[in-house]
């Protein structure tokens, strides 16, 4: 759904998303702050809606995508482009990361 992605940049306030969904974006944003700032209570919600098997697998792809995604930038690999495929004019304009 095309007008769903358009609104992930407002997902806190956009009503594209349900109440579940914005929990999952809030528990995806704090996992992947650094430091992490995930909290009990945003653990505790999610594993009462989702489930241990299903909390932990979004916990593993959250994960995995963060460790990815730093990676990549620490190597300096760039995207592929594969968004191009998809038809839809980009939300922004990806900055250079600096050599440090």
Known sequence: DEAKVREVPRWRKSSAFTPLERRVMEYAEAMSQTPPSVTD???AVLLEE???PALVELTARIAFMNSSSRGN???GIHSQEFS???GLKPLATP???SAA
């Open 73 to 75: 930038i620490a190597l």
């Open 84 to 86: 191009a495929a998809c």
């Open 95 to 97: 900055s250079a990361v």
């Open 41 to 43: 209570e945003i653990s």
């Open 50 to 52: 989702l489930g241990a």
